[in-house]
């Protein structure tokens, strides 16, 4: 079975400062990985995602993640935050493209320090 | 619309009362997917409607779960018999098809007390 684990339900760095929100999955097969973005009173928005291209993604707002297969990880930094970034960060995975069969991860919330 | 819209966005209810959930899905989407978020977790599958074809139930936990969908409208999910552990955010998405990206709408928060 799948699963997804996000280290942290909060993260906080200051502006300027490196951001990086870990995910690491449990697939028997090869995954498709997703993050998604949670904006204060928005709905959910598709940040980037991994099928089986290139290894390193890059995403909207200069975020970027890299799957990393002996690791199960598919961590999202960012290397310089902003005070916009201030959102929930949701990793996802599935043995498929497909959007409706996403395993997710319980989030992160990230914080912004001034 | 431009996105996928939800009402109610907060829904208070008594333990024991029937409630229903809308989503207006992005014109033009045939897929719509609706998802429960409890406090803390991620998000769960509950049931994925493509087109006219007969909707996948899988995820739905219980007999008093219900949805429906005409054509590739309005979706409606309805929760009978509350319980306390139905207090969730139910988040609705609709994408042009299944391997497109889903929009998600921002949520209906449900208390149930």
């Known amino acids: 079975a799948q699963s997804v684990t996000q280290l942290g339900s909060h993260v906080s760095v200051s502006e300027g400062a490196l951001v990086l929100l870990r995910c690491n999955y449990s697939?028997?097969?090869?995954?498709?990985l997703f993050w998604y973005v949670q904006y204060p009173n928005q709905g959910l928005q598709l940040l980037l995602k991994?099928?089986?291209?290139a290894t390193l993604v890059k995403g909207i707002n200069g975020f970027e993640a890299e799957f990393k297969k002996s690791e199960t990880s598919f961590h999202l930094t960012k290397p310089s935050a902003h005070m916009s970034d201030a959102a929930e960060y949701f990793c996802?995975?599935?043995?498929?493209?497909?959007?409706?069969?996403?395993?997710w991860g319980a989030g992160t919330k990230l914080i912004i320090k001034p | 619309g431009a996105g996928v819209s939800q009402s109610p966005s907060n829904k208070v209810t008594e333990k024991g009362k029937d409630v229903e959930l809308r989503c207006d899905p992005i014109?033009?989407?045939?897929?719509l997917y609706w998802y429960r978020q409890r406090l803390g977790q991620g998000l769960e599958f509950l049931i994925y409607?493509?087109?006219?074809?007969?909707?996948?139930k899988s995820g739905l936990p219980s007999d008093r779960f219900s949805a429906e969908r005409t054509g590739e409208s309005v979706s409606t999910l309805t929760i009978q018999r509350t319980q306390q552990e139905d207090s969730a955010v139910y988040l609705c998405?609709?994408?042009?098809?299944?391997?497109?990206?889903?929009?998600f709408g921002q949520g209906t928060r449900l208390t149930v007390v």
């Open positions: 409607f493509q087109g006219n074809s007969a909707p996948d």
């Open positions: 996802a995975v599935s043995d498929r493209v497909s959007n409706y069969q996403l395993i």
């Open positions: 014109s033009g989407h045939t897929a």
């Open positions: 697939s028997s097969v090869p995954p498709y």
């Open positions: 991994y099928t089986s291209a």
């Open positions: 998405a609709s994408s042009r098809d299944k391997n497109t990206e889903a929009f």
